[in-house]
């Protein structure tokens, strides 16, 4: 195999491009790891990370001695007459802007969700029309059809960019959030990007997966619409009384698990809401604080309560460090009821977290018990 070496020469704005395609890492993909290796890989390794640091903030410039082939780094101050040619960030100006962006976008996704709560809250069903033709085909086992009717669907890819619009942007605020983070520690700053309407957004769509409203199109189905208010007066009656502790193992509709092993449920059509009002008749009878900044069920989720419904079991106490604030850990007693309410009123079957992955409580426990970081990132993390 013949070879061949390649010889180039480094122009004089080399280090400009250096420069530019590290902000572009920092800027554009949220890596500032990645950034700052712009610059160790092309200095072999010699270039300390204060230096990375100036260089990615634009301090220091990157120039070039082409006659010796050499890179020459300088204080910006020195070279102002580079402003214009040389990128340099204002860390607390960007994080700003972002965070203005990241609610107002926030407040549009909320407002989204919510409109698709309401919506589907009282349908039973989601109803489509197959042409014969597709049902035909899917009976003989070619499905392609009937699968792109399903995707042409308009309502369903509404509903389906809405949630993937709202994923992709709790993640990338919560990057951001960690970018923030990060940068305000390399550099000293005091950079204000607070994910705290994130995370609420994040626990909306939790909620929206994990309730069983059942969809369709047609007119409201009138038994369905019965048993919601039958069970309406059920709760009313059941809450006039003020709540009170429950034995888990009658296995009520819904209900929340606190730390110390308390369970307080409901029983009734999920439609009606019921981690909501029992969340809510918590805070009137004391049991948990009132406090005007939180709603309850934000504020049980926060502070380590288990959401339960049949069988799935959802806990949010590990995303406080979303908030800036402690984490706070399941309790050895909510998992040893969940273990004996999961084995004996579900077949030992848990679905777990607002994806609903199925496992048995056998794995979830070893899992809780072993290794909590890990069980919050397997089932628990947005």
């Given amino acids: 195999m013949n070879t061949q070496t390649v010889h180039f020469r480094v122009g004089a704005d080399m280090g400009i491009i250096l420069m530019t395609i590290a902000q572009e890492h920092l800027l554009y993909e949220n890596n500032i790891d990645k950034a700052l290796s712009v610059f160790s890989d092309s200095f072999g390794g010699g270039c300390p990370e204060e230096l ?17 082939q050499s890179f020459i780094v300088v204080d910006r101050s020195k070279y102002m007459h580079l402003d214009k040619m040389y990128p340099k960030i204002d860390f607390v100006q960007w994080f ?9 976008h926030c407040k549009d996704l909320e407002t989204g969700l919510e409109m698709l709560i309401s919506k589907f809250r009282y349908r039973s069903t989601y109803h489509m029309d197959f042409s014969v033709e597709s049902v035909i085909k899917y009976i003989y086992g070619k499905d392609e059809d009937l699968l792109d009717e399903i995707r042409e669907d308009y309502e369903l890819n509404q509903m389906s960019a ?7 942007f709790i993640e990338t605020s919560f990057a951001l ?22 995370t609420i957004l994040a626990q909306k769509m939790q909620g929206l997966a994990v309730q069983d409203y059942g969809l ?7 038994e369905m619409l019965d048993a919601y208010m039958d069970a309406s007066k059920e709760i009313d009656n059941v809450l006039s009384k003020g709540i009170e502790p429950v034995d888990i193992m009658q296995n009520y509709s819904a209900g929340w698990l606190s730390p110390d092993g308390l369970y307080y449920a409901l029983n009734g059509e999920i439609a009606n809401m019921l981690h909501n009002q029992i969340a809510d008749a918590l805070c009137e009878a004391g049991v ?21 419904h049949g069988n799935n079991v959802h806990y949010a106490g590990n995303l406080n460090v979303r908030l800036g604030k402690p984490i706070v850990h399941i309790t050895e007693k909510q998992i ?4 004996d309410y ?3 009123c579900h077949a030992c079957e848990i679905k777990a977290g607002w994806r609903l992955e199925r496992t048995s409580i056998g794995m979830f426990t070893l899992l809780a018990t072993k290794d909590k970081l890990a069980l919050y990132k397997k089932y628990f993390d947005f």
Avoid: C
């Fill in 177 to 198: 959030g960690e970018l923030a983070r990060k940068i305000s520690g390399l550099y000293h700053l005091d950079i204000e990007f607070n994910t705290y309407d994130v």
């Fill in 162 to 168: 809405l949630i993937r619009l709202t994923k992709e």
């Fill in 52 to 68: 990375q640091l100036a260089l990615l903030k634009g301090d220091k410039l990157i120039l070039v001695d082409e006659e010796e």
């Fill in 216 to 222: 369709f199109l047609n007119e409201p189905d009138t």
């Fill in 336 to 339: 040893e009821i969940i273990k």
């Fill in 96 to 104: 700003t802007e972002k965070h203005k962006q990241m609610l107002d």
């Fill in 342 to 344: 999961i084995t004996n």
């Fill in 288 to 308: 948990i604080p009132a406090d005007e900044d939180d709603n309850p069920d934000v504020w049980l989720e926060q502070h380590g309560w288990v959401k339960i």
